[in-house]
């Protein structure tokens, strides 16, 4: 199986599956399954997002869950998921668990942001471990205290740990930028216990 996400500008002449969740209208994040048997096969699509531009920047699998992290304009009208932390602003980064059960079922939600525009880049999985990165416009209100110190610029890049047990848990956060630029996270992979980062900075 392989699983595909990012956005739509427009439902219409959309490859035909059948999606989960109502469109919310604009640029929709979305995720979709394809089986390949030779030639692909597109299984069924899930929709992510509000009443505004939405998109779906990373993907991490274990079994039949698949975690999908990204960023939605408006928090309203968002899929029917119960998610976890306030949504702090405009432009909120989030998580989800969606199951692959034959058709896609959604979770848990968790946002991850403080009051200016947020996202998430990157997503990777070790069993019940997930570890989600990316950046924020503003660090103030995060959902979890992250260690180091906060570059305080926009788009303070950040690592941080999620606990899947049914729902879930932020365990503990990590800041990685410089001081007043962007430094977005932009690629996880974890082996074990650990974890290994990538992305950018504007200053050393």
Do not use: C, R
């Not at 392989?2 to 994040?29: C, K, L, R, S, W």
């Not at 990373?58 to 119960?82: C, E, F, K, P």
């Not at 962007?182 to 900075?201: F, T, W």
């Amino acid at each position: 199986s392989i699983y595909a996400g990012g956005n739509v500008n427009a439902t219409t002449a959309m490859q035909a599956v059948t999606f989960q969740g109502p469109y919310g209208g604009g640029e929709e994040g979305f995720v979709v399954k394809i089986t390949d048997g030779g030639t692909p096969t597109l299984n069924w699509g899930q929709w992510l997002g509000g009443i505004n531009t939405d998109n779906v920047y990373g993907l991490a699998v274990n079994g039949s869950s698949i975690y999908a992290g990204g960023q939605v304009g408006v928090t309203t009208a968002m899929q029917a998921v119960t998610f976890q932390g306030p949504p702090m602003g405009s432009g909120e980064g989030f998580v989800v668990k969606i199951t692959d059960g034959g058709t896609p079922t959604l979770n848990w939600g968790q946002w991850l942001g403080g009051p200016d525009t947020d996202q998430v880049n990157a997503l990777a999985v070790n069993g019940s471990s997930i570890y989600a990165g990316g950046a924020v416009g503003i660090t103030t209100g995060f959902q979890v205290a992250p260690q180091g110190p906060a570059g305080g610029g926009n788009y303070d890049g950040f690592v941080v740990k999620i606990t899947d047990g049914g729902t879930p848990t932020l365990n503990w956060g990590q800041w990685l930028g410089s001081i007043n630029h962007s430094d977005p996270v932009l690629a996880l992979a974890v082996d074990g216990s650990y974890i290994y980062a990538g992305g950018y900075v504007q200053s050393t």
